[in-house]
């Protein structure tokens, strides 16, 4: 009985350890089903990309040889921050630096390597909303 009860609570441990490997951006990423979805990502490359589902909030990975290069989220359970999906950003984001991407849209750092995006048309103000959240290599 105790062998059984060992192996389920090592086959827990390491099910919920291995799920994270979708969510880190440069890990081998085998997609399961055949999918036909592309995403447009920052640098402008047409990627392909699939939905995948981590404690209960939904996420985009864009994938390119196999390596996850895009992670982003419009799920309003997601936070980073404090922040959520519609909320305006704190005073204090409106000192550090903005990006822009043509096409694609405003962005600035939260923490961790996430990105808060927003409209592409312009630039956020004070009651400006974040339209979702991202992770992305802008190095690369």
């Keep these: 009985m105790n062998k059984i009860i060992l192996l389920s609570l090592v086959s827990i441990m390491s099910l919920s350890c291995s799920s994270k490997k979708y969510l880190t951006l440069n890990s081998i990423v085998k997609e399961t089903k055949a999918n036909n979805t592309f995403f447009f990502v920052p640098n402008g490359a047409l990627i392909k990309s699939f939905p995948i589902i ?4 939904e996420y985009t990975v864009g994938v390119l040889n196999n390596k996850a290069i895009y992670i982003g989220t419009t799920d309003k ?9 519609n909320d305006k950003l704190p ?11 043509a096409g ?37």
């Design 77 to 85: 359970n997601f936070t980073i921050s404090g922040l959520k999906i």
């Design 54 to 57: 981590e404690k209960n909030i």
């Design 104 to 140: 694609w849209g405003y962005y600035i750092e939260i923490e961790s390597g996430w990105y808060a995006g927003f409209d592409f048309k312009t630039k956020p103000n004070r009651d400006s909303r974040v339209q979702w959240f991202f992770k992305f290599d802008f190095n690369k």
């Design 91 to 101: 005073e204090s984001y409106f000192v550090g630096e903005w990006g822009y991407r």
